[in-house]
């Protein structure tokens, strides 16, 4: 299940400063850190080039699914990455007012072109093939892939990979959940593919699929709050380079080197490792699929 202590959000600093002096730091052998441009000579209201001045614009997506965020309001600081958001515009010197969130969808934000936000913040994977297009900030969380059912589904109690071979899996449209189906669960059958993690779900419990993919948080979360009688089969291996999560924003974008900053000194000082606590599932009792 998904944490619920006190939020997090730029409001409560002193809280989150309280915390992070409790706790060690991160160890940064944790994170890969991705290359990105320079900060900045000031990272600040004053010098970054936004889209509107001395307002930071952040984009995500409609519905923003817990425990990222709660009650699908980005807005209010609850919720692993509307957290993350604020904290990194704090480090940027923008006050909670000076944070506006626009509504853009998953596969826009990553799509070459001019972006309708400074920073968008929705689970993005960082691939090589996606900074052909876009930019990322340092990573922010490392993710893993987790192939979720219901009680008494064709797969609910599958142990391994070849258990999953004659599965019929979905996952959304243009993520790396998706590409956990093709590159590594390999199933005979061609997977379905779905707009958002909402349709996929209800694919799943009117068994149109058998098991759908989603990151592990998600996974928590939809089998203990969503799904009647949800199943977590396990964790799917990861190949290569840890999946990451980075801020998105346009290619060649003023701001990537300041955002990589912030993001690495949250990561430093533990700010990360206290949000994680705060709002992410502990991921015992996961197996990994082999």
Not at 202 to 217: F, Q
Not at 226 to 246: H, M
Request: negative net charge.
């Amino acid at each position: 299940m998904v944490s619920r202590f006190t939020p997090v959000a730029l409001g409560g600093a002193a809280l989150l400063l309280a915390a992070v002096t409790a706790c060690a730091p991160a160890d940064e052998d944790e994170t890969t850190t991705t290359p990105s441009a320079a900060p900045a000579a000031t990272c600040d209201p004053a010098s970054l080039k936004t889209l509107t001045a001395g307002k930071l614009t952040v984009g995500t997506d409609t519905p923003a699914y817990e425990p990222w965020f709660a009650d699908n309001k980005p807005d209010n600081g609850k919720g692993f990455e509307s957290a993350v958001a604020y904290q990194v515009a704090q480090r940027l010197g923008y006050q909670q007012s000076d944070v506006v969130w626009a509504q853009v969808g998953f596969n826009n934000a990553i799509a070459p072109g001019p972006k309708a936000f400074d920073i968008d913040i929705n689970q993005f994977s960082i691939t090589d093939e996606r900074k052909q297009a876009v930019d990322f900030s340092s990573p922010y969380y490392l993710v893993r892939q987790t192939v979720i059912t219901t009680e008494g589904s064709k797969i609910a109690g599958a142990k391994s990979l070849a258990d999953l071979k004659d599965a019929k899996l979905g996952a959304q449209v243009g993520t790396t959940s998706y590409q956990a189906i093709t590159d590594v669960i390999k199933p005979a059958g061609q997977p379905q593919v779905f707009n958002n993690n909402d349709d996929a779900k209800k694919a799943l419990e009117n068994g149109t699929v058998d098991g759908i993919v989603v990151d592990l948080p998600t996974a928590f979360y939809m089998t203990g709050a969503e799904l009647e009688n949800g199943v977590i089969i396990g964790q799917v291996a990861q190949v290569g380079v840890p999946e990451q999560f980075g801020i998105v924003l346009d290619k060649g974008s003023p701001l990537t080197g300041c955002v990589s900053k912030a993001v690495d000194q949250l990561r430093q000082d533990g700010t990360l490792a206290v949000l994680e606590k705060t709002w992410l599932a502990d991921t015992a009792g996961a197996p990994e699929l082999q």
